[in-house]
């Protein structure tokens, strides 16, 4: 079982609404990713978090707004999204950043834009 | 030149086949090296790093290549169950975050 967990697994929203995706990690882990998967594209990064703060935002529109509370959670709030933002969403985790260890990732959110 | 690059595949292989796989990196300062899986419309897992000197996990071994800037990913007596895409991911030393390949999609048969 994984030891990063996202909810909710699957998000159907309209352009206009507001929603979150969270995410929480149980490792003791220090480190926290934001990441985007697009059809026949790379992983995405979008966020990164040391110790809650954080240190890049891969240019990402402002429609996305990050929030790490503590060390384990993490959350992605929508606002006025576009169709071509339905992707998944993957958190990650890491012990440490810069250190080269791989990361734990979480299932995923299944964002769809209507 | 793309960070990462990879053969997307799909690679479509008997069971009990050797397959290998290879990716190439343009950052000659990437330091750490990893192959993940990702089955179908799941989350990627780490599969195994990648050691200068090589290393090996079962029927799975990993070799990297410096001086030509490749990886690669060796899969011995393929299971039905080794179907999935393998992505080549690195790190670039003191950056902060890990970069994917778009991946290789492996399809075992009987």
């Known amino acids: 079982e994984t030891g990063v967990t996202q909810t909710p697994r699957h998000l159907v929203m309209g352009m206009t609404n507001k929603k979150s995706l969270k995410c929480e990690q149980h490792l003791g882990h220090n480190a926290m990713y934001w990441y985007k998967q697009s059809a026949k594209k790379p992983l995405e990064l979008m966020f990164v978090y040391n110790f809650k703060e954080q240190t890049e935002n891969n240019s990402v529109p402002s429609r996305f707004s990050p929030e790490c509370p503590n060390s384990s959670h993490l959350f992605l709030h929508l606002h006025t999204l576009q169709p071509e933002d339905s992707a998944l969403y993957l958190c990650?985790?890491?012990?440490?950043?810069?250190?080269?260890?791989?990361?734990?990732f979480g299932s995923g959110t299944r964002l769809t834009v209507v | 030149r793309k960070e990462v690059e990879q053969d997307p595949g799909p690679f479509n292989v008997p069971e009990g086949a050797t397959v290998a796989f290879n990716c190439t990196y343009s950052?000659?300062?990437?330091?750490?090296f990893f192959w993940y899986r990702q089955d179908c419309r799941k989350e990627p897992k780490l599969l195994m790093s990648?050691?200068?000197s090589g290393n090996e996990d079962g029927r799975f071994t990993a070799q990297l290549n410096r001086a030509s800037q490749y990886i690669s990913l060796l899969i011995r007596d393929s299971k039905l169950s080794d179907s999935a895409t393998y992505l080549c991911v690195l790190n670039t030393g003191t950056a902060s975050k890990l970069t994917f390949g778009t991946g290789t999609r492996l399809q075992v048969t009987l």
């Open positions: 990648v050691y200068s």
């Open positions: 990650a985790s890491s012990q440490d950043i810069g250190t080269g260890s791989g990361y734990t």
């Open positions: 950052n000659s300062a990437s330091q750490s």
